[in-house]
């Protein structure tokens, strides 16, 4: 009997010291025994202190559940000790669990382009402490136990699974992946000024770039407006040429017309024509090539009929 008060002794000013440390850390919650996590087991216990200052000096508790005198007898002032306590049997009057130690901390893994928030105003996160990490409509909740998360932060990621656009145009402090798709948190740079710049967060780009333009350069959009407008002129003038060259050849053609029906009314006593192409008469098919046309009558008489072309 002196050698167990002796060890409770211990205990309570042991579990003193624990607890004053960083405060009480537990809470109203029984830990599930699951894959031989149950390393050990203390009767006659009178507190949750000494039941925490118990699983402080085994090496391998990490967690530990407390049933005071309130609950039924076979469990009433029993320790139970754990390795883990990955599960909780839910709330229970007269249990409490926690940690071999208060002082243990958790803290935030890196944000990786996500949003981190916690239900504690505190500025230290302790065992128990419920969080939540957030990527665009994907939530993951996860809790503090000794001092690590029961979510692995592997999967507290949120990449931009598109690249940011103009993205040719960009310089990225992180590379992409074979589908273009960027780490959370990559910051990419117009290249010529750094001072206009994206952020990966929350699955998305902040800043659409694509109409920053470079010094010597055209921003993409206006050099498109600009090639269609030269396309568009192009085209204008191509269709004045041609129609231009309709009515230069409508006109010849009517001209042509004329002259032919002129000299169809010539008298038959005219003696012929004769001009600087060597024209003969009024039969000659050449006549559309002839650039003055004068017809003599039988008094020597010239009249000028035409100029063909």
Not at 15 to 37: K, M, T
Not at 67 to 73: F, L
Not at 180 to 200: D, F, M, Q, R
Not at 228 to 255: H, P
Request: hydrophobic residues 30%; contains cysteine; negative net charge.
């Amino acid at each position: 009997m002196h050698g167990e008060g002796s060890t409770l002794t211990s205990l309570l000013v042991f579990s003193i010291l624990v607890s004053g440390v960083g405060g009480q850390c537990w809470q109203e919650a029984a830990c599930l025994e699951e894959r031989d996590n149950l390393v050990g087991e203390m009767r006659g216990l009178t507190s949750t202190g000494e039941c925490q200052a118990a699983c402080a000096q085994v090496k391998e508790c990490q967690y530990f559940t407390f049933y005071d005198s309130s609950v039924v007898v076979g469990l009433s002032n029993t320790c139970y000790l754990y390795s883990t306590c990955s599960g909780f049997a839910g709330s229970c009057s007269g249990c409490r669990s926690g940690p071999s130690n208060c002082s243990i901390t958790c803290h935030p893994p890196p944000l990786q382009g996500g949003i981190w928030s916690c239900e504690s105003n505190e500025t230290e996160l302790r065992d128990f402490d419920s969080c939540f990490y957030s990527c665009g409509s994907t939530l993951i909740p996860t809790t503090c136990l000794a001092g690590q998360w029961d979510v692995s932060p592997s999967h507290m990621t949120c990449p931009c699974k598109e690249p940011p656009p103009a993205y040719q145009l960009l310089s990225c402090d992180s590379g992409h992946d074979g589908n273009l798709s960027y780490p959370g948190g990559t910051t990419c740079y117009v290249k010529c000024n750094n001072n206009h710049n994206t952020k990966c967060f929350n699955g998305a780009w902040t800043k659409d770039l694509s109409s920053v333009s470079c010094p010597g350069t055209v921003s993409w959009p206006f050099l498109s407006i600009f090639c269609l407008l030269v396309i568009l002129l192009m085209l204008v003038m191509v269709a004045c040429v041609l129609r231009g060259g309709f009515i230069q050849i409508k006109k010849m053609e009517e001209d042509e017309q004329e002259v032919l029906e002129f000299i169809s009314h010539v008298p038959e006593d005219f003696l012929g024509i004769e001009d600087d192409k060597k024209c003969i008469n009024i039969e000659d098919q050449a006549l559309k090539d002839c650039k003055t046309l004068e017809i003599i009558d039988e008094d020597n008489s010239k009249y000028n009929l035409a100029e063909a072309i």
